[in-house]
């Protein structure tokens, strides 16, 4: 049988909201909503932090939760990743990020379903190459042994960075993309947490909507709702690949 498992990266340098993933929200950090919602999917679950001790308090609260921790370079994070999977013992990878403490985890389920039903080592499976999700339900899935050819192959520091480019530009020329897609366009929307503004909206979803109790679907149905509260974050970009 395949063994699947997720794995989060978190760390508290980030550049623009300084360790977001232990702010609070509804009185709970950041960083428990997106273990809470990742657990829910039965698989197991690594939290691949850095070595820095800047760190030390994500791997406490990992731990403390349950959960596996990998630590690794704070730079190559596609190193991080390969390590995490090869210790973890996984077979294939869902990859997500920290900054996501809303993220379905019924997204994920479907993921990994389409990913289970193609039998495909070289398949990659995820709702951003094309993208229709908010930021913020973002999924990848695809087989360990993709991830350590990238690791094996790609120098590009974009690449190691971000770990999954050499994966989805097809740098191997074996990679199979496949769209997971919303019924309608929902990118417009940003739920994961990169700067003070994106806070206050996860937070009143979470405090004022208990958004921490619902899925993609009816959370984008908020959002449709309450343009007010959508607008809070509209201005915010995405940083791009080598920013």
């Known amino acids: 049988m395949t063994r699947i498992g997720i794995i989060t990266q978190a760390r508290m340098t980030s550049t623009r ?9 509804g009185g709970r950090s950041l960083l428990d909503h997106h273990i809470d919602r990742l657990l829910r999917t039965g698989l197991p679950v690594v939290v ?3 070595t820095n001790t800047t760190d030390d308090p994500i791997e406490s609260l990992a731990r403390s939760r349950g959960v596996e921790v990998f630590r690794g370079s704070e730079a190559d994070v596609l190193s991080r990743f390969a390590g995490a999977a090869t210790e973890s013992d ?7 990020t920290s900054d996501c403490p809303l993220i379905d985890p019924a997204l994920i389920d479907e993921g990994v379903r389409r990913y289970t039903d193609l039998d495909d080592p070289t398949a990659y499976v995820s709702n951003v190459i094309e993208r229709t999700y908010p930021r913020g339900f973002d999924f990848e899935v695809f087989s360990t042994a993709a991830l350590l050819d990238a690791d094996a192959r790609s120098s590009d520091p974009t690449e190691r960075e971000h770990v999954t480019p050499y994966l989805y530009r097809n740098r191997s020329g074996r990679t199979r993309l496949h769209a997971v897609l919303h019924a309608s366009d929902a990118s417009h929307y940003r739920l994961t947490v990169d700067t003070a503004d994106d806070l206050v909206v996860v937070r009143e979803l979470i405090e004022k909507h208990d958004a921490a109790a619902l899925g993609a679907a009816d959370i984008i149905a908020i959002l449709d709702e ?17 920013e």
């Open 90 to 96: 996984l077979d294939a990878v869902v990859r997500v």
């Open 17 to 25: 909201l300084p360790g977001k993933v232990l702010l609070p929200a």
């Open 48 to 50: 691949a932090t850095t």
């Open 226 to 242: 309450h343009p007010a509260l959508a607008s809070i974050n509209a201005h915010v970009e995405q940083k791009k690949l080598g």
